[in-house]
């Protein structure tokens, strides 16, 4: 059940405590995926695995609209890159979380499509699970699935996911572009260190991996992995005492 296209007397009557909070960012994905590719990423798992959930189940879930801003200064370079700092992000994300306790549903799923969240998110919901009243998890998609794509940015995971969730949205005339111009790893790293804070400093169109290497096919069997991954973690988050 997606919260923004149900009334309040649908969501009133669901029994259950859990709800999914999709998280993602609109940042740069290279000259051939959206900006918005984080969010899709993110909803069409969220999607997926609160529909494997019901069909084991028998529970709906509450789906919040997703939040589409993340923490994504290193991509400022780029246009159309939108980011608000952590502390905003965290602000904005606990007090979500907030409102879906306030509704009775108090253990939340964050389902996160964009690595410059994770740490913000891992700090967050360890605070809210101590102080507030209610229990959270991160769960980020694509380290939830093994294999080939390997994920990077704009490369061969995101964009086989994208080829199949949202065909229309990749520019399949700029994909060999965007392999030509891709930078093969993320950072520029010393000793352990990585000296580059921003992605123009080791990649000159945005992307790194090759986009190439993902096919429509690869983005199904990524989203059902990613699905069967998350409803494991929703059983386990329902039948946690807290």
């Known amino acids: 059940m997606h919260l923004s296209e149900s009334t309040w007397p649908d969501v009133r009557d669901l029994d259950t405590d859990l709800a999914v909070l999709p998280v993602g960012s609109t940042e740069q994905h290279g000259p051939h995926a959206p900006l918005g590719t984080d ?3 993110a909803e069409a798992v969220a999607a997926a695995g609160v529909d494997r959930y019901a069909d084991e189940t028998g529970v709906d879930v509450p789906i919040a609209p997703a939040i589409p801003v993340g923490v994504a200064a290193e991509h400022s370079s780029f246009d159309g890159t939108l980011w608000v700092s952590p502390d905003t992000f965290r602000r904005y994300v606990r007090e979500t979380v907030g409102s879906l306790a306030h509704h009775g549903f108090d253990r939340v ?12 998110l ?11 009243a209610a229990y959270a998890v991160a769960f980020t998609w694509f380290e939830s699935v093994d294999g080939d794509p390997p994920m990077g940015h704009g490369g061969g995971r995101e964009t086989a996911v994208l080829r199949h969730i949202r065909p229309d949205l990749v520019d399949e005339s700029e994909v060999a572009a965007a392999s030509e111009g891709a930078s093969d790893h993320w950072g520029e790293w010393v000793a352990g260190v990585n000296l580059a804070h921003d992605s123009d400093e080791f990649t000159d169109n945005g992307v790194v991996g090759d986009p190439t290497a993902g096919t429509a096919a690869d983005g199904q069997r990524l989203v059902e ?18």
């Open 39 to 41: 969010r899709l990423t």
């Open 109 to 120: 799923v964050l389902v996160n499509g964009h690595g410059g969240n994770t740490d913000a």
């Open 122 to 132: 891992g700090e967050l919901t360890g605070e809210i699970s101590r102080f507030d």
């Open 225 to 242: 992995a990613a699905a069967d991954a998350l409803c494991d973690l929703l059983t386990a988050v329902a039948g946690r005492d807290r």
